[in-house]
Structures are given as structure tokens and as C-alpha cells.
């Protein structure tokens, strides 16, 4: 069974940091992109960042370059989102997905995410 299990969300003040994690199971995690989307009350969900399977190449939407980074563990099937300098501009539902190949088709999985909520 897929699971993409995201956790590190809650309120913060301006300024302030937090970490998401995503905990991956039931493929083979090391054969996938890795990325973060978020969706704001009243908004399309859009990516915030991704990371290619080697783990070489990454991409942030241009709001968050500079303050979110994203990394991934191969050995513990985890993807994290480091968040710093929030503002209340980032409030939205976090998600983790997971886009590859493997036995031959191509898959892409979600995680049901996670809220943030950036207010004073």
C-alpha cells in the first residue's frame, strides 16, 4: 500500500521557521521526484519545490527561493520542506508528491497533507 505521510505543520509567526516531513512507503522511493505543492484557501495548488530521484537538481517557485529548501534521505524514504523566514503569504495545505517509473508505468502519488499557518 502507497503512503506518503506528511507531518511538521502548525501555526507560526512571521519570521518564524518550520520543517515538513514526508515519510514515503509501498514504492521505491529512491526511483521517484520528490516535490512540495501547497494550496491556499481560494487558490490552485501550485509546486513550491521539487527535487530530481538522483537528488542533484532542484526547483523553487519563486516566491519561496531563498527561504524554503528541500532534501531528501534515501535511507529513511523521507523528503523534508525547510521553511524560514514565513510569511503570512505561505499559509496554505502542504503536499507531499511523488512522480516516477517503476515496473514499467509511470505513477504518481500524494500525501494528504499537512496545514501551515503564518500569523501574528
Known amino acids: 500500500q502507497v503512503q506518503l505521510v506528511e507531518s511538521g505543520g502548525g501555526l507560526v509567526q512571521p519570521g518564524g521557521s518550520l520543517r515538513l516531513s514526508c515519510v514515503a512507503s509501498?514504492?521505491?522511493?529512491?526511483?521517484?521526484?520528490m516535490s512540495w505543492y501547497r494550496q491556499a484557501p481560494g487558490k490552485e495548488r501550485e509546486l513550491v519545490a521539487a527535487?530530481?530521484?538522483?537528488?542533484?537538481?532542484?526547483q523553487y517557485a519563486d516566491s519561496v527561493k531563498g527561504r524554503f529548501s528541500i532534501s531528501k534521505e534515501n535511507r529513511r524514504n523521507t523528503v523534508y520542506l525547510q521553511m524560514k523566514n514565513l510569511q503570512p503569504e505561505d499559509t496554505a495545505v502542504y503536499y507531499c508528491?511523488?512522480?516516477?517509473?517503476?515496473?514499467?508505468?509511470?505513477?504518481?502519488?500524494w500525501g494528504q497533507g499537512t496545514q501551515v499557518t503564518v500569523s501574528s
Open positions: 508528491h511523488a512522480d516516477g517509473s517503476e515496473f514499467g508505468a509511470d505513477y504518481i502519488y
Open positions: 509501498g514504492f521505491t522511493f529512491s526511483l521517484y521526484d
Open positions: 527535487m530530481r530521484d538522483s537528488g542533484g537538481s532542484t
